[in-house]
């Protein structure tokens, strides 16, 4: 099996010296997927190792899947971006080769989250503090919470799922937020989500209702640290249970959207068709340590 090392030379951590002789220097957005898609055509067996952040690792994934060589390719990831939120979930993961689940959300293929609302909003102003001062990680995103706590918040979604023992949940509700979660991780460190197993065929739905700043101020540092859900019984917390709505599914349909964020990268639609895609690729951990905090 061919193997080719895919830097992205404007990730958090820049380009290293003595690059390995089989790369490629991605040139700008679009430009990984693109390739990996026609190499994947080429040869489907190609082994890609992914140096760069959660966007690089994104269009890897869409090359692979969009050129259908899910099943033939392998993908690795050395963490190279800003965040690095995809490869925490992934190097928790049993075993060091395996297949794990994607997701689709309106025809674009995804690894580790769909973020909805407040959540999308902070990641689109932490991509302008990069943009703007250079500033990047866990600060960019620290930033971009206060930056908007500031603004109104609170978005009217109509929401219809498919729950993972098949049958159909809705609700339609004023809300701060909305995730849909393959992989844990997401923000540069917010473990929104700690049942998530990218390895079980479902993906988690978390609704947060609409809430006042100060109630917001309360909440915001057990989201962070994953403590909104209960680790025991894998469900919200009983006193949050009022505000927080977590559910396995399977499948989702949204509308009231102000934008989307899928893998941290912003999309300017207001609807989201979901569904998830089992075992769709395969996974090789990388033989480098990294560690996962």
Known sequence: MKTIHIFNPAAGNGIKDNLPENHYLTKSAGDCRHFVAETCRENPETHFVVHGGDGTLNEAVSGIIESDAGKTAHLTVIPAGSGNDTVKSLNAMAGDDFFIDLYDCNGRYGINMINIGFDCNVAASASGFK??????????????????????????????????????WETEDDCLLCCVCNGQWCGGGFHTSPPSDMTDGVLELMLVKKVSRLKFLTLIGKYKAGELIDPKTKEVIPSLAHLVTYKRITALKMEGAPQLCLDGEIVQEHSAEIRILPHAMQYQKSETVIETV
């Open 131 to 168: 943009k703007k001062y250079g500033i990047a990680g866990s600060l960019s995103y620290i930033l971009g919470v206060f930056s908007e706590f500031f603004k109104p918040f609170g978005w009217h979604f109509k929401i219809s799922a498919t729950l993972a023992d098949g049958s159909l």
